[in-house]
């Protein structure tokens, strides 16, 4: 059992509440001691995720104003290793979440331009509804109408992990020109899924913010609020990415 647990707890590292815990400790003889120096808070965490925003935003008009297939490939898969880097030295984070978030806003706004050339105002929508379920699943955290615990996180983190393993099929059948039917379906089978992962993205949501509350907690180090506000900025991006997709499919109908 416990190794079925740890399995799952591993597959997002940025997610790990084990990751924020340890940050706050290092070994010494066998135990922990409390690292020295600046703290995390939530406050530093969220002043943190602006910038990261900010940047985003920047690049993403460079992407969007400037369509380019580089560009979405380009910054989709260097955004993604640098998350695997950062994930493995945290406190690279002050350098390596900034960059993620250039890249990522290439990514972003190229994927914006390809979606804007076929619907019109639909970017309006995609944002002000992922701004929605943004402020919507902070009042569920807030109001703790749901509750983070191990068993909700675990949970989570298994459904994140399915949708992800589904993404990287689909991407090498893809290669071979081969389309998972249920993922670009514009019936009510494609409906259905594109609203389940977002779903799971939202809920991905609850574990960001539970994330700066618990940096704080465990007493990490400042670094981690950059680590933190890159972990919300990748759910954000991948809700964004979704509910673009949705509004897609209902405006071919």
Do not use: C
Request: net charge positive.
């Amino acid at each position: 059992m416990s190794r079925r647990k740890g399995f799952f707890e591993s597959s997002n590292p940025v997610l790990r509440e084990e990751a924020f815990q340890k940050a706050g400790q290092e070994t010494l003889d066998g135990g922990f001691i409390q690292v020295r120096g600046e703290r995390m808070t939530v406050q530093g965490a969220i002043n943190k995720t602006f910038i990261l925003a900010a940047i985003m935003l920047l690049t993403a008009w460079v992407g969007f104003v400037n369509p380019n297939p580089l560009f979405i490939w380009g910054g989709a898969i260097a955004g993604f290793i640098v998350v695997i880097i950062a994930a493995r030295r945290p406190q690279s984070s002050p350098t390596l979440a900034p960059l993620y978030a250039g890249l990522e806003g290439l990514f972003v706004g190229g994927v914006s331009a390809m979606y804007s050339s076929f619907y019109d105002g639909i970017i309006l929508q995609a944002v002000t509804l992922t701004m929605a379920v943004l402020f919507t699943m902070l009042f569920i955290y807030k109001s703790r109408i749901i509750k983070v615990n191990n068993k909700f996180r675990t949970g989570v983190m298994m459904a994140t992990g399915a949708v992800v393993l589904i993404y990287v099929a689909n991407i090498v059948l893809s290669l071979f020109v081969i389309n998972m039917p249920f993922l670009h379906d514009t019936g009510p089978l494609g409906i259905g899924i594109s609203l389940v992962i977002i779903g799971i993205a939202s809920m991905n949501l609850l574990l960001d913010f539970d994330n700066f509350e618990k940096g704080e907690k465990y007493g990490a180090p400042s670094y981690m609020e950059w680590f933190s506000a890159m972990g919300l900025l990748i759910t954000l991006v991948w809700l964004y990415v979704e509910i673009l997709r949705l509004i897609a499919i209902f405006s071919r109908e």
